[in-house]
């Protein structure tokens, strides 16, 4: 959960904590009308208001099978309601002006929260995104393309593989133990002893794609961060113990992880994805699955 994600809902319970005591203090003491209000809109829009909205940036999307639009707005939308939230308090029969001000600055801090959880739900998933501009580019290729994948798409990759001494793809059906293994190009260029950026070139020219650019996060192993958790748990049980370390045990009660990639994961767990897909991969290398026999 990011930082302001829970910096809500700790201001959420302090909200309510104030309101208590003022609905104490009107239960014993004068209730002026400056009272009631601040009584009335702490437990309305600090206690209720702050908690969806602390929960509700961190649930609503993840549910959809998203990641949030526009994280930076967070910070922008706490600080606002916050602010806005005391100043209305504060001023109220006391600076018209001010209060006013503050009434208005509340209403657009809404906004942001109706726009960037909206915008999250309704928009298309980023991966969808890129297959469109794969099928009419050609796809992108790198050391963690899944060897699988590649030739599903592309069967004329398999005679080219097979032509630089990767005799083992001959045989169809040892495409389905490669799959299983998610053996990527970078996996079978170290088996094979093959110049990994001379073969990337090749096929990326042969499927009319291009390679992809060199990035800071790689995939050293069968997991990559478009991997979905669900499926890494079920074909390599040992990482398990990671995401529980990384995530809390909370994160297994969620339905999010049947869709969820790592990289929308690592996110909204504030999480360091190269960290991660580092200890995720070193376990399932540990578990055998990265160099398949044969291949």
């Known amino acids: 959960m990011d930082r302001y994600m829970k910096a809500f809902v700790f201001m959420s319970m302090l909200y309510l904590l104030v309101g208590a005591f003022l609905g104490i203090h009107l239960a014993w003491g004068v209730a002026t009308l400056q009272v009631r209000f601040a009584h009335v ?19 609503l999307p993840r549910f959809s099978g998203r990641a949030l639009r526009w994280p930076g707005l967070v910070a922008v939308h706490f600080w606002s309601s916050n602010l806005s939230l005391v100043g209305m308090v504060l001023f109220y029969s006391v600076w018209p002006s001010g209060w006013l001000a503050c009434s208005v600055i509340q209403g657009l801090s809404t ?92 096929i990326a020219s042969a499927v009319g794609g291009r390679v992809e650019p060199t990035s800071s996060v790689s995939s050293e192993g069968p997991i990559g961060k478009e991997s979905v958790i669900g499926d890494v748990i079920r074909d390599y049980p040992g990482t398990e113990e990671i995401f529980r370390r990384f ?17 929308q994961s690592a996110m909204m767990h504030n999480v360091e994805l190269e960290k991660i897909l580092s200890e995720l991969n070193q376990a399932a290398l540990k578990l055998g699955g990265a160099q398949p026999r044969g291949m």
């Open 41 to 59: 809109h702490l437990n309305l829009m600090g206690f209720m208001a702050m908690m969806i909205f602390g929960v509700g940036y961190f649930i």
């Open 111 to 202: 906004v942001l929260f109706f726009g960037n959880v909206g915008f999250s739900m309704l928009s298309s998933p980023k991966q969808e995104a890129q297959e469109r501009q794969e099928q009419v580019q050609g796809p992108l290729v790198s050391s963690g393309t899944k060897v699988a994948e590649l030739l599903e798409g592309w069967p004329q990759v398999r005679e080219m593989l097979v032509a630089r001494g990767v005799q083992a793809l001959s045989d169809p059906q040892h495409l389905e133990h490669v799959k299983k293994l998610g053996v990527t190009l970078g996996m079978l260029a170290r088996r094979h002893a093959l110049e990994e950026r001379e073969l990337l070139r090749d």
């Open 247 to 263: 995530y809390g045990e909370g994160c297994f009660s969620c339905p999010g992880q049947a869709f969820e990639t790592i990289a």
